[in-house]
């Protein structure tokens, strides 16, 4: 996948209501599921034991935590877009995000992403993107909604 190069806010602008891209897949390991819940104090067993896994869970195996999965998305992001010429880009906020169907240990997800709207407000350029991240060969997606980064640029 090649990475889109946004310079400035009317290049962002131009891709209002359109798909920006999609990133390449990434795998979900036992060790980054392991790393995350020690992370986050988040010990569940249904991301942690696979032998209870295997007997007591739906999925027959354990499962990301659905903050793992989100956790990835400003990595996932940076492989479809590089955003040049701002002094600062900060995470600010989340909306209408739903985990939809869960991330099994060792599956691969990717992340598509289009641009909903962007506003300058007063210098500051407030982007909401639509995000799915998707499971390598299932037909629902693990998550959907609408992430927002706000940019200041330089020009």
């Not at 900060?90 to 240990?105: C, D, Q, T």
């Not at 350029?125 to 995000?131: D, E, T």
Request: charge should be negative.
């Amino acid at each position: 996948m090649s990475v889109v190069i946004i310079n400035s806010f009317d290049e962002y602008k131009a891709f209002e209501g359109k798909e920006i891209g999609t990133s390449d897949y990434i795998k979900i390991t036992q060790d980054q599921i392991g790393q995350f819940a020690d992370a986050t104090l988040d010990h569940q067993w249904i991301h942690l034991d696979k032998e209870r896994a295997e007997k007591e869970s739906p999925f027959k195996t354990t499962i990301a935590h659905g903050y793992l999965t989100l956790s990835l998305l400003p990595y996932l992001w940076e492989q479809i877009a590089e955003v040049r010429n701002n002094k600062m880009m900060v995470n600010y906020g989340i909306e209408n995000f739903k985990f939809i169907k869960p991330v099994l240990v060792d599956s691969e997800i990717r992340l598509v992403a289009s641009l909903k709207s962007i506003v300058n407000l007063r210098g500051t350029s407030k982007a909401v993107l639509n995000v799915t991240i998707e499971i390598k060969g299932e037909r629902k997606p693990a998550a959907q909604g609408d992430i927002i980064f706000l940019y200041t640029f330089t020009n």
